[in-house]
Structure formats: C-alpha cells, structure tokens
C-alpha cells in the first residue's frame, strides 16, 4: 500500500477517548523491545512517528494512528518489561483487556515477536488471549535480517509451533532494516478490511 498521510489522533488510556467513527482498526501488541515502533514506522514510511523506545515499558497509553484517512494503527504499549511494577502491570492488563474485547472497530492484531528466540510465555499468553476471543491475529517476526536466510524457515516453524498457530492466521517474516515483508503486512491487513 502506498501511505500518502499517517498522522497521531489521540493517546487514549478509556474507551471514552478512543477516536469515533467506523475506520477499521489494527492493534500492535509485543513483548517491550521487540521492535514494534520500527515496524509502525516501516509500515508508514515514517523515521520518528512511533517513538522509537529508549526506556521500555514507558508508554502506557493507547496510541492510535490514522493512515490516509481510510483505517487506524493502534500501538498498545509492550508488554514483558521486568522493572513494572504489579500495579502497573495491572493497570496495563486492564486497559489491553477493554480495548482488544470492547473495540468493534478492530479487524486484527499484528503480534509482534521477535524471529531470533522461541515465543516467550507473554508471547504466548497475548496469543491465547486473542485465540479466546476470536480475535484473528497476523503474527509479525521481525529482525529476520539479524539471522541467515538459510534458518529463516527453521525460527518460522520454532514460531507456529510455540504459539500453535491458527491455520487462519498468517505468519510473516519481517525486517524493518530491509523492509522485507512490507508488502506481504500491507496485503495481510488488507484482507481484514472489508
Ligand atoms: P519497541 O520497544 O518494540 O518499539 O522496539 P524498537 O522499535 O524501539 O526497537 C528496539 C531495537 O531493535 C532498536 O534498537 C531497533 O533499532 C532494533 N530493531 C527493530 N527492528 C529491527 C529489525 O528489523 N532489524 C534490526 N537489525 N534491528 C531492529
């Protein structure tokens, strides 16, 4: 897809905050680090629009983005940052929980994890919950241009079979230093949106 505008509309922490209107929606979730902001950014041709994070686990708001006028990119702040407290946590496991059940606009979730390691247990755990409500679900792996291309399909399969992949839900190999991917993303979320 070709993005000619994608703009912040609201950091939003309740549901009374989020943007009106029908435009269809897709959620960023992934574990702090993994690279979710430079793959926002990739996707938008943008460097600094998604902060690139510095201090992980900072943002604890819902950040919705619109993309030329037609469907929102909503970053949910990453999830898996040792140094949060429980209280925080909490209040983060709330938040995610009302937006992802409540949201009627939401088509699906891009998961991102990283292409290098096995799925981490909140990997898992963010799959499960989207698995329980029906909530279909594109998982990104990224950072594949930090391995060789010879083991690309060895991590994939290491990645569906932690998560236990849907067969509905598809997995794409992703690098925001090359761009691999991008049109396959595009294409996928695409496919939601009508
Ligand atoms: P976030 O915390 O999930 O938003 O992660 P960031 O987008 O801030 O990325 C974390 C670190 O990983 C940064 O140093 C990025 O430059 C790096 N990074 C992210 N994606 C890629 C990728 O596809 N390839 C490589 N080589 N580095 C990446």
């Known amino acids: 897809m070709k993005v000619t505008s994608s ?4 950091s939003a922490v309740k549901p009374d905050q989020y943007p009106e209107g029908d435009l269809p929606e897709f ?4 574990r702090s680090n993994v690279g979710k902001s430079s793959f926002i950014n990739k996707m938008l041709n943008r460097r600094g629009l998604a902060r690139i994070s510095s201090k992980p686990g900072k943002t604890q ?26 209280k925080e946590r909490e ?11 409540k949201r009627e606009q939401l088509k699906a979730v ?13 990997d898992v755990m963010m799959y499960d919950f ?3 409500y029906h909530i279909p679900c594109v998982v990104v792996a990224t950072k594949a241009d930090k391995i060789p291309k010879s083991k690309w399909q060895k991590h994939v ?10 067969a509905d839900d598809q997995l794409i190999l992703f690098s925001s230093e090359t761009g691999k991917g991008k049109e396959e993303a595009w294409a996928a979320l695409k496919s939601y949106m009508n």
Not at 27 to 30: D, H, I, N, S, V
Not at 61 to 86: C, M, Q, R, W
Not at 157 to 166: A, G, P, Y
């Open 7 to 10: 703009e912040i509309v609201i």
């Open 27 to 30: 959620a960023l979730a992934g």
């Open 61 to 86: 708001t819902l950040n919705f983005y619109i993309i030329n006028e037609i469907l929102h990119f909503v970053d949910v702040p990453g999830y898996g940052y040792a140094k949060v407290s429980k």
């Open 91 to 101: 209040a983060w496991g709330k938040m995610i929980e009302t937006y992802l059940t």
């Open 110 to 122: 891009v998961l991102i994890i990283d292409v290098r390691h096995q799925p981490t247990s909140d």
């Open 130 to 132: 989207l698995k329980h």
């Open 157 to 166: 399969k290491v990645v569906k079979e932690t998560l236990e992949l849907d």
